[in-house]
């Protein structure tokens, strides 16, 4: 298996509630971290921080600058998920996986589990 098929692999190997489990434990630790009741990244963006924090968990080369970023997003009153999504964009590029690979996983997310993923605190 490549690296590529390796992260798909383990994404997709989660059940919905190991997922949802490993989003709202993330999810937390920066709420708790910034002393802030509620971020929204919007249903695109919190596919997207999902897919960020299965990256950093992933490819460890990533994982400060994903964390950092994630900070900067959460401590920040003007959240803009684009300027998130811009930053995933560069770190993809230099992480140890494919921006194929990258849109697989957003992808995944989104058609596979946005019925659900909508009513995360991360989205709404």
């Not at 994982?63 to 950092?68: A, G, L, R, S």
């Not at 996986?97 to 589990?113: D, L, R, V």
Request: charged share 25%; net charge neutral.
């Amino acid at each position: 298996m490549t690296v590529d098929e390796r992260f798909l692999a383990l994404i997709r190997s989660k059940s919905v509630d190991e997922l949802k489990t490993f989003i709202e434990e993330k999810y937390n630790y920066f709420i708790k971290r910034h002393g802030i009741p509620d971020v929204s990244f919007g249903i695109n963006g919190a596919n997207e921080f999902i897919a960020a924090l299965f990256l950093a968990d992933y490819d460890q080369t990533t994982t400060k600058k994903i964390y950092d970023n994630l900070d900067m997003y959460f401590g920040s009153r003007c959240r803009n998920p684009l300027h998130f999504s811009d930053f995933m964009d560069t770190v993809v590029n230099e992480s140890c996986i494919k921006y194929q690979t990258w849109s697989e996983a957003f992808k995944y997310f989104y058609y596979s589990h946005k019925a659900w993923i909508r009513y995360l605190r991360c989205a709404s």
